[in-house]
Each structure stands twice: as structure tokens, then as C-alpha cells.
């Protein structure tokens, strides 16, 4: 563990004015103080007499509400937080962006804040903290995203293969042989994980992999206009999505086009927010279980605090059967209106 001595030492300064950045002193310019902590950082320093005031954790958010019991993150914050306050812990959820990012080194803002470890939702492999991630000595458990190699950080999520093949189970089992999937760009961690599960679960039950098959595109009603008519006319009778945003898109856009769900088309979804027992017809989608996952994330912090060194959990993957998936149409016509693109 580094000392005030070896940080003063890197840095040419003395030992007293060391303290003074650390410690928030006026007398210190903001130059010299970002300098220290970053250096503290960088050899792994623990300012032991700030963290020794309070058990503080923060989980790090982007991407993702939370405010409200209907929302994605709501009650995976929850989980976390009925795990870690009974333990004495005061958990802070903090905001952040990527040009706080940009800004803000992620070990200088732990340190400045005194928080011991934390727990990362909605960051994308673009974050700038995801490079930091990679050798960082903060405890830090990341959902849906994953860093190799370094014992300080774990990961966990929900099991993307278990769930595409019990889907793809289901669609077999009424008759589907040619199942499409339609996904956000591959720029993050779960959206390759789960484009890879599509792939593996399509060899694994024999089915044709095909990449006119798969529709890829960032923005979520744009891309479900566009690949829902290529799909059908490429003989798609069920088409699995990596979020539930994109299959009640899929719906809407199945509902302009006077394309019946689930006659014409069987739809899956992934994650079974609030919304999808209520869309018309509710949408069949593979649970994750979100109050677990915020449970787990405060468990697999308290390894890393205790210099337990984990990987990854993965929580099992559920179906929930809904109306949005039927049998295959006994002779497959694409309906003229899905041919047609939208202007």
C-alpha cells in the first residue's frame, strides 16, 4: 500500500502538502491537488482517515432510469440498497456522463468522495472508465459489462445464452425454423453477448444461421421499420430482440402495417419490464430479475471487499409466455404491406 511518503516522493513536494490535497486543504492549488490525487491513485493509495467516517458506496448510473418503481433500474438500485444499508453501508446513486467521465479520472472521484467500492449500471464500452476499469484497485462490480484480468472488479447479469435458448426452445416447439433477431449496434458488452447467444442457440437446435436474418441499428423505431419488412421477406416467422424496447416497437410497427402478431409473426423480447404484460398482445419475453441482480451486485462487492477475487455471476434466465408468440403460419405469405417501406 502506497504512503504519503511515496506520493510527496513521485512528485518533488513534501510530505505535508500531500496531506493538505488529500485532505481538501485552501491552501493547495487546484493544479497541485489534481496532481496528487491522480498520483495516489496511480500507486494505489487509501486515504484511510476519510474512509473511516462513514461505509460509503455509490452505484454509477447512465443510460438508465431509476427513479420510478416502473422503470428498468429502479429496482435493481432497490436490491442493492435492502442488501448494503442493513450492513451499516450509506449507498449514494450518482448520475454520470461521459464528458464527467472525460473530466473526472474514475479513482480521483472515488477518492475524492470516499467511497470504498461501487457498483456500475447503463455504461457502454464507450465510457471512458470502462479503459480505467482495467486496472483500477477500486472494488467495483460492473452489470452487463465485463474486464478481463483484473481481480478488483467482478461483473454480473443475466444469462443471455440460457434465455435465447429457451426461447428459441419455445419457437421450435410451435413450428419456427427461420428465427431472425433484430438488436442495437454491437458497441456494448450484453448486445455482443447476446447477438453471440442468438448465434450459438441456432446452431446448438440445428437451425440456419443466416445473416439476412439479423437486423443491427442504433436507433430503435428507425431500425424496427427497416428490418421488420426484410425479415418476413426473407421468410422470418419469429424474430428475437436483445431489449423489450425493441420488440413493443416491432409491435407498433406490425400494427401499422396491418401485420398480425402473433398470426404473421411471433415476437420475443428480453428483460419483461413493466409494460410488456400490457401491450396488445403482451409481449413474450425472457425475464432478468432485477430486485436479484441489485442483490447480487452488493454481493459480489462484498467479495471484492474482502479480497475475495470473482469473475462473473450469472443470475438463470426465466420465459415468460405471453401472447406475442404462436405456431408457424401452415403456408408463410408475406403480407404486401410489409413489403413496402414507410417513408
Same mark, same amino acid.
Given at each position: 500500500m502506497a504512503t504519503l511518503n511515496d506520493i510527496a516522493a513521485k512528485l518533488g513536494v513534501s510530505k505535508s502538502t500531500v496531506s493538505k490535497a488529500l485532505n481538501n486543504a485552501t491552501d493547495v492549488s487546484e493544479e497541485m491537488r489534481k496532481k496528487i490525487l491522480e498520483t495516489a491513485v496511480e500507486l494505489g493509495y487509501a486515504n484511510k482517515r476519510l474512509q473511516k467516517k462513514e461505509k460509503k458506496l455509490c452505484i454509477l448510473i447512465e443510460n438508465m432510469d431509476y427513479d420510478t418503481p416502473n422503470q428498468f433500474g429502479h429496482d435493481i438500485v432497490l436490491g442493492f440498497k435492502q442488501m448494503a444499508e442493513p450492513e451499516g453501508w450509506i449507498v449514494d446513486v450518482v448520475p454520470v456522463t461521459m464528458d464527467f467521465q472525460k473530466l473526472t479520472p474514475y479513482? +480521483? &472521484?472515488?477518492?475524492? %468522495?470516499?467511497?470504498?467500492? =461501487?457498483?456500475? /449500471?447503463?455504461? @457502454? !464500452? /464507450?465510457?471512458?472508465?470502462?479503459?480505467? &476499469? %482495467? @486496472?483500477? %484497485? +477500486?472494488?467495483?462490480? !460492473? *452489470?452487463? #459489462? *465485463?474486464?478481463?484480468? #483484473?481481480? #478488483? $472488479?467482478?461483473? $454480473?447479469?443475466?444469462? =443471455?445464452?440460457?434465455? &435465447?435458448? !429457451?426461447?428459441?426452445?419455445? /419457437?421450435?416447439k410451435l413450428g419456427h425454423k427461420k428465427i431472425g433477431l433484430i438488436s442495437g449496434p454491437l458497441d456494448s458488452y450484453i448486445l455482443k453477448a447476446r447477438y453471440n447467444a442468438y448465434i450459438n442457440a441456432l446452431y446448438k437446435f440445428g437451425l440456419e444461421v443466416n445473416e439476412d436474418y439479423i437486423g443491427l441499428g442504433y436507433y430503435v423505431a428507425e431500425s424496427t421499420r427497416k428490418y421488420i419488412p426484410k425479415l418476413l421477406s426473407q421468410g422470418v416467422t419469429a424474430i428475437l430482440f436483445s431489449h423489450d424496447v425493441r420488440a413493443i416497437s416491432a409491435i407498433t410497427e406490425c400494427n401499422d402495417r396491418d401485420i398480425h402478431v402473433p398470426e404473421d409473426i411471433s415476437i420475443v423480447g428480453f428483460d419483461d419490464l413493466p409494460m410488456t404484460a400490457y401491450t396488445v398482445p403482451p409481449l413474450t419475453t425472457i425475464r432478468q430479475d432485477r430486485l436479484a441482480l441489485g442483490k447480487c451486485g452488493f454481493y459480489a462487492l462484498s467479495c471484492l471487499l474482502n479480497h475475495v477475487a470473482i469473475g462473473s455471476i450469472l443470475l438463470r434466465a426465466q420465459l415468460i409466455v405471453r401472447n406475442s408468440t404462436g405456431p408457424v403460419p401452415s403456408e408463410k405469405a408475406t403480407p404486401d404491406s410489409a413489403i413496402t417501406l414507410n417513408s
Open positions: 479513482g +480521483v &472521484f472515488m477518492m475524492q %468522495r470516499g467511497y470504498q467500492a =461501487s457498483f456500475i /449500471l447503463g455504461f @457502454s !464500452l /464507450l465510457d471512458p472508465w470502462m479503459q480505467e &476499469f %482495467r @486496472s483500477s %484497485r +477500486v472494488p467495483t462490480v !460492473l *452489470y452487463d #459489462n *465485463y474486464i478481463k484480468e #483484473n481481480p #478488483n $472488479i467482478a461483473s $454480473i447479469g443475466c444469462d =443471455s445464452q440460457e434465455g &435465447f435458448e !429457451l426461447a428459441i426452445k419455445h /419457437l421450435m
